[in-house]
T-cell receptor, first 116, second 114 residues
Framework: AQKITQTQPGMFVQEKEAVTLDCTYD???????LFWYKQPSSGEMIFLIY??????QNATEGRYSLNFQKARKSANLVISASQLGDSAMYFC?????????????FGTGTRLLVSP | GAGVSQSPRYKVAKRGQDVALRCDPI?????LFWYQQALGQGPEFLTY????????KSGLPSDRFFAERPEGSVSTLKIQRTQQEDSAVYLC????????????FGPGTRLTVL
């Protein structure tokens, strides 16, 4: 079975500062993918970044980077230069080979609040 | 727009009523997923379609839940005899193929059962 753990219910950061959102995972799959999604108050899930388990480089997408530490089974999201519009729920998720790479398993999320 | 759309956005049902939630995936997307998101939780997988075939329905919580995608495009999630514990946001997502592709999510349907 796959499991995602997000231990930070809420995080606060000042505008323009960097913030790290924690994510650890558990899986017996050898091949899997890790995702981060943003969910604003409007409700839709917005894809941010993806990391494959065999990718040697940490994924980056603009101000988002994924700090992937395979041995520790962690996939933390780093947001640089926070903006007010980054205030939202953030979910870490994974898919694995044993589930046919089909369904996503999500964590419970972290609410990020960016203050001026 | 070219995104995933869902209707209705909000649904209030009396306990015991049947409801039908609609999902229009991105045109040409092979895979379609339904997730249930309870308040304060992350989404949980319900079911998965590849074209019109329902390949995984392991997440459906009971036989009151039924999903279909008869022509491989639009999908409907039906909940019979709704219960209060069915209150949640129901999210639909689609992806281009059946492999490791980004899933694009719709805005969800918020179901409240009174």
């Amino acid at each position: 079975a796959q499991k995602i753990t997000q231990t930070q219910p809420g995080m606060f950061v000042q505008e323009k500062e960097a913030v790290t959102l924690d994510c650890t995972y558990d899986t017996s799959d050898q091949s899997y993918g890790l995702f981060w999604y943003k969910q604003p108050s409007s409700g839709e899930m917005i894809f941010l970044i993806y990391q494959g388990s065999y990718d040697e480089q940490n994924a980056t997408e603009g101000r988002y980077s994924l700090n992937f530490q395979k041995a520790r089974k962690s996939a933390n999201l780093v947001i640089s230069a926070s903006q007010l519009g980054d205030s939202a729920m953030y979910f870490c998720a994974m898919r694995g080979m044993n589930t046919g790479f089909q369904k996503l398993v999500f964590g419970t999320g972290t609410r990020l609040l960016v203050s001026p | 727009g070219a995104g995933v759309s869902q209707s209705p956005r909000y649904k209030v049902a009396k306990r015991g009523q049947d409801v039908a939630l609609r999902c229009d995936p991105i045109s040409g997307h092979v895979s379609l997923f339904w997730y249930q998101q309870a308040l304060g939780q992350g989404p949980e997988f319900l079911t998965y379609f590849q074209n019109e075939a329902q390949l995984d329905k392991s997440g459906l919580p009971s036989d009151r839940f039924f999903a279909e995608r008869p022509e491989g495009s639009v999908s409907t999630l039906k909940i019979q005899r709704t219960q209060q514990e069915d209150s949640a946001v129901y999210l639909c997502a689609s992806s281009l193929t059946s492999r490791v592709d980004e899933q694009f999510f719709g805005p969800g349907t918020r179901l409240t059962v009174l």
